[in-house]
């Protein structure tokens, strides 16, 4: 969303992003847009979504805006409603396929209440943009939308030149359900190498009781939430980029992650799954390797491999370099910037 606010405020938009302040949230930085976050007194649940769209309403209401852009379900409600009182165009900016997500998927009550919210909504928003093709098609096949590609890739910037003195394998983003780590979390036991986790999510308590039951307090380190920009510098002195996302829920399957291209970014050859997305781009500039298998054993081996193996790794890296001058925000903005520009002119 910093990406998105920032190249629509540099080319003249005025921009506010909204959210909700969480007790673990980082201090807001000054940025190119306006920031504000609304506080909940519920966290958590039916109640905390209730609440959140009902103030998200009420400082809406006030507002005033030539157009409002939903971020996925959970705030498509409110955003549907002001954009009719108002009469402004609505757009929904889908990260994922939240009706698809392990942890949708896997609370059948759960998952009927968002199926509900979608199907209503989502036909209702004729503009919109998500993060990859595959996601694109499934919105028009259900709902008959034409929305858009608009990947999340980094801004190309100048590496820094980090001597890679303690070698260590990284994982950066989301700690959810769905990303693999009960299959990751063992798999170390057979690697020499360190793992740093970077990110929080509702899978953490799980993560840390996994690295203590397989007694891995010595070789995975984790990081918390970081800001970007210190992220940014950090992945660059990592030595391999990991995500293991399970096919479990469409959205796993089809997603195109950031941190598939913040890898590559960061010059980082990285391991990932051979899921329809990953392997189109890697069909096209080869940064990494591909797993058709989760075992932990399998995960190990493969992470062995790359390590052992210099030509390899070489190749990947040099991929990547390579990769960067073309997969890159500067490109990918122009798609963002001709869409706002051709709706707000419309």
Request: hydrophobic share 40%; proline share 5%; net charge positive.
């Amino acid at each position: 969303m910093h990406r998105i606010c920032t190249s629509l405020a540099q080319n003249g938009y005025n921009i506010t992003l909204v959210g909700y302040n969480k007790p673990s949230s980082l201090p807001l930085t000054k940025k190119k847009f306006k920031q504000k976050r609304i506080h909940c007194w519920f966290l958590r649940g039916k109640i905390f979504y209730a609440e959140y769209n009902f103030r998200l309403f009420l400082y809406l209401i006030f507002k005033k805006m030539d157009a409002i852009c939903a971020i996925d379900l959970d705030t498509i409600i409110p955003c549907l409603n002001i954009s009719r009182l108002k009469k402004i165009p609505r757009i929904y900016d889908a990260h994922e396929l939240f009706t698809g997500l392990k942890e949708v998927i896997e609370r059948p009550k759960v998952k009927r209440i968002w199926e509900n919210v979608e199907k209503k909504t989502v036909p209702k928003y004729p503009y919109g943009y998500t993060v990859s093709e595959s996601i694109a098609e499934v919105f028009y096949k259900k709902y008959n939308v034409s929305y858009k590609a608009i990947r999340n890739i980094p801004l190309l910037k100048p590496l820094s030149v980090i001597p890679n003195t303690n070698k260590f394998i990284l994982y950066q983003g989301a700690v959810n359900i769905g990303r693999g780590f009960e299959f990751l979390i063992p798999a170390m036991q057979w690697v020499d190498m360190k793992l740093i986790i970077c990110g929080d999510g509702n899978y953490m308590p799980a993560l840390k009781k996994l690295i203590v039951e397989y007694k891995l307090e010595e070789k995975i380190e984790l990081k918390g939430m970081m800001e970007p920009e210190e992220l940014n510098l950090f992945s660059q002195s990592a030595y391999i980029g990991i995500a293991t996302p399970e096919s479990t829920g469409l959205n796993q399957l089809l997603a195109l992650p950031n941190k598939f291209f913040d890898y590559l970014h960061a010059g980082l050859p990285q391991i990932n799954v051979n899921y329809p997305e990953y392997e189109n781009l890697n069909k096209k500039y080869e940064v990494a390797i591909l797993l058709e298998d989760l075992s932990p054993k399998n995960i190990a081996t493969t992470i062995n491999n790359l390590i052992t193996d210099d030509v390899l790794y070489n190749k990947l890296k040099d991929n990547c370099m390579k990769a960067r001058e073309e997969l890159n925000w500067q490109n990918e903005e122009k798609k963002l910037l001709s869409f706002y520009q051709s709706l707000l002119n419309n």
